[in-house]
């Protein structure tokens, strides 16, 4: 008990009692974060599968983001834990490789270079570099299952400001813009929302469910279909600007016509 006692008064004992307490607590929220994507598409890869992404990647992104893909500064960031998601949502819709520097990469769909199988090649190499979010599986990606309503009041709870109410995108700050959502892929709204491409943030499972996702995803497609054009000109789906646009200038121009009537006939 007296040599427990004199160890006890040790200035390590606070570094052993603070050094046991942040491994317990480590483990214990590792285990109990039951609901992140562990981000595993490479553990089902082949060997084959994953030295053709090696090759793909070599080939055309190693000059920006390092052989590694550890980064190369302003050039390229690292890719150190992106996961699967977002080398698919990046290569799929045309903005990586970037053609040139510019302020922002742009979804071009005529520009992607590679096959749907290269796509996923490359997308379970980097992966397997340091694991990050998965591909989503097709049931997150079924608008049918989803509910339109609940996707309208999530997504203008979390990205009408700068997509527009309607997903028809909008203006950003310092020349970068928030690209339309009208036209894209389901898989490639998930996967934007999941990792957060360039000045969007990250919507993890924790932020926005799997199922609030999908209902965002419902509520797109269903703007996309028309279901929300009850009646009337859609005055190209802009929302409010578009409207108040359209009542200021008939408006402007009754009151103009009207004057002009009223000063002819007072003559």
């Known amino acids: 008990m007296n040599f427990l006692a004199a160890r006890r008064r040790s200035p390590l004992a606070l ?6 307490g942040l491994t317990f607590t480590g483990t214990a ?3 109990l974060q039951t609901n992140v994507p562990p981000g595993t598409s490479a553990e089902g890869a082949s060997q084959e599968q994953l030295d053709e992404g090696r090759e ?8 920006c983001h390092g052989a590694n893909a550890e980064g190369n500064g302003e050039a390229g960031p690292s ?3 992106v996961g699967a998601a977002a080398v698919d949502f990046q290569v799929a819709t045309g903005r990586m490789p970037l053609p040139a520097p510019g302020v922002q990469a742009e979804r071009n769909i005529s520009q992607v270079h590679f096959s749907d199988e290269e796509i996923t090649a490359l997308a379970v190499y980097v992966d397997s570099l340091a694991p990050g979010p998965d591909v989503p599986e097709e049931q997150w990606l079924d608008a049918s299952q989803g509910d339109a309503a609940n996707g309208g009041a999530v997504y ?13 995108g909008g203006a950003l700050t310092r020349g970068k813009y928030a690209p339309t959502l009208m036209g894209v892929d389901e898989q490639h709204i998930y996967e934007a929302m999941l990792t957060g491409p360039q000045s969007m943030p990250v919507f993890n499972d924790q932020n926005i469910t799997p199922e609030e ?11 996309e279909d028309g279901a929300n054009d009850q009646g009337g000109h859609t005055l ?9 646009l359209f009542a200021w200038t008939i408006g402007i121009l009754a009151f103009i ?3 002009v009537w009223l000063g002819r006939k007072a003559a």
Do not use: E, Q, W
């Not at 793909?56 to 000059?63: H, I, P, R, T, V």
């Not at 203008?156 to 028809?168: D, F, L, V, Y």
């Not at 996702?213 to 703007?223: G, Y």
């Open 15 to 20: 570094l052993v009692l603070l050094f046991l």
């Open 29 to 31: 929220y590792a285990a």
């Open 56 to 63: 793909l990647f070599l080939g055309n992104c190693a000059s």
């Open 79 to 81: 890719l150190y834990g």
């Open 156 to 168: 203008r709870t979390n990205c009408a400001m700068c997509h527009n109410s309607s997903g028809t």
């Open 213 to 223: 996702k999908r209902d965002v995803i419902a509520f797109l497609k269903s703007i």
């Open 236 to 244: 190209g789906s802009l929302g409010p600007a578009g409207d108040a």
């Open 257 to 259: 016509g009207a004057a």
